[in-house]
């Protein structure tokens, strides 16, 4: 199937020490390392604790996101070893509206060193270069204080508390719901 979004991008978003570019074959290591963090399979499509077969359909799984019109999947790479340390994604379901959400995952060893939040920043500085689109939003669960500190790092506000708002885990979840609007 043949995309309706824009073109992916010719260079890849950077910002900070962080390069999204597609995910691939040699990314299985990140893969199976984000499989370990407990929180992240409850919220995609990565099993609980993959092993390298499971970690590579996943990654096919994220090529998949564009050719379905879904969205962009971005591995996150550092950008002084080019090795992948997690991934993120643009997701344009309501670009016809002007919005699109957003999300983002780090290894459990690359936490702490800046990378998810240059990740978004990088992410949010590619949205800006869809036409069209005017929004971008995240859901982070309220208990989440390294992500809402990633989001407040990469300029994101806090717009309020969505009560109830998502299943994770069987779960119903409150979220609190952090944007960012495209600059004038």
């Keep these: 199937m043949t995309s309706p979004l824009p073109p992916w991008p010719r260079t ?3 910002h900070g020490g962080v390069v999204l570019r597609r995910a691939r074959e040699d990314d299985v290591a990140m893969a199976c390392e984000l499989a370990t963090d407990a929180y992240i399979p409850t ?7 993959a092993d390298e077969a ?6 096919r799984r994220q090529h998949e996101r564009y050719d379905e019109g879904v969205g962009f999947s971005f591995a996150v ?9 997690g991934q993120c994604g643009l997701w344009l379901r309501e670009l016809g509206e002007g919005r699109a959400t957003a999300g983002y995952s780090i290894v459990p060893s690359g936490r702490g ?3 998810a939040a240059d990740a978004l920043a990088a992410l949010t500085g590619f949205g800006w270069t869809v036409p069209g689109l005017f929004r971008i939003a995240l859901c982070i669960e309220p208990w989440n204080e390294g992500s809402i500190r990633t989001a407040e790092r990469a300029g994101y506000e806090r717009e309020g508390l ?3 708002h998502q299943a994770i885990g069987g779960v119903r979840r409150d979220m609190l719901l952090y944007a960012a609007v495209r600059p004038e």
Excluded at 43 to 49: A, D, F, K, Q, R
Excluded at 54 to 59: E, H
């Design 43 to 49: 919220i995609g499509t990565l099993p609980p604790h």
């Design 12 to 14: 890849p978003p950077a």
């Design 54 to 59: 499971q970690a590579l359909a996943w990654i």
């Design 113 to 115: 060193r800046g990378f």
């Design 162 to 164: 969505l009560r109830s």
């Design 77 to 85: 790479a550092d950008a002084a070893s080019g090795a992948a340390v």
